[in-house]
């Protein structure tokens, strides 16, 4: 079982629909990431949240932290085909280990 | 880009043989990480470090161990290596925790 909950694991869409993807856990984390990565490559920072309820916005991506800090969500507005890619969420907890989640495949179809 | 290398980037083995991947980087960062990706299961944590010689087991360690003799090297050994070791392994490295993981290209490594 790993720490971090992503759902859905696909997501297929049309080309300017909405869609968010979630990131739970049991655990408080001082912060979250995601993450995004294209096949071949290795993840790439996409957005960092720390204050429990921040909301972070990067053009149409919106990131939420829940209150608690135990959940996170990803939306996506007028998703685009360069949108396509596997969403990763992750947290640190204090004995230094970084975990991630298990991804959420997004395919944004023209 | 920072400076995170990971070698070799394919390794074809066979069961039982012992393999090491290495892990480089020209960033200072403390932290180092071994991660696994295997679809379905996202990226997986092997072992870390958090200082040179200071490493510790992350969530999948059996049958892998770690050294960091050096601020720069992370080097993941399989002492004997096994079909369910075929995976692709990703290296990160980051400054702090909670801070951006820079993470190498990836070695695709496959047992047979």
């Known amino acids: 079982t790993q720490l971090l909950e992503q759902s859905p694991q696909f997501l297929s869409i049309q080309e300017g629909e909405n869609l968010t993807v979630y990131c739970n856990s049991s655990s408080v984390f001082s912060s979250l990431q995601w993450y995004r990565q294209e096949p071949g490559e290795g993840p790439v920072l996409l957005v960092t949240v720390v204050t429990g309820g921040e909301v972070k916005k990067l053009k149409r991506l919106t990131f939420q932290f829940g209150d608690a800090r135990k959940d996170s969500s990803l939306h996506i507005t007028a998703a685009q085909p360069g949108d396509t890619g596997l969403y990763l969420c992750?947290?640190?907890?204090?004995?230094?280990?970084?975990?991630f989640g298990a991804g959420t495949t997004v395919t944004v179809r023209a | 880009d920072a400076g995170i290398t990971q070698s070799p980037r394919h390794k074809v083995t066979e069961t039982g043989t012992p393999v090491t991947l290495r892990c480089h980087q020209t960033e200072n960062h403390r932290y180092m990480y071994w991660y696994r990706q295997d679809p379905g299961h996202g990226l997986r944590l092997i072992h870390y470090?958090?200082?040179?010689?200071?490493?510790d087991k992350g969530e999948v360690s059996d049958g892998y161990s770690v050294s960091r003799s050096k601020t720069e090297d992370f080097l993941l050994t399989l002492e004997s290596a096994t079909s369910s070791q075929t995976s692709v392994y990703f290296c990160a490295i980051s400054d702090g925790v909670g801070t951006e993981a820079f993470f190498g290209q990836g070695t695709r490594l496959t047992v047979v």
């Open positions: 470090s958090y200082g040179v010689k200071d490493t």
């Open positions: 992750a947290g640190a907890l204090s004995d230094y280990k970084l975990s």
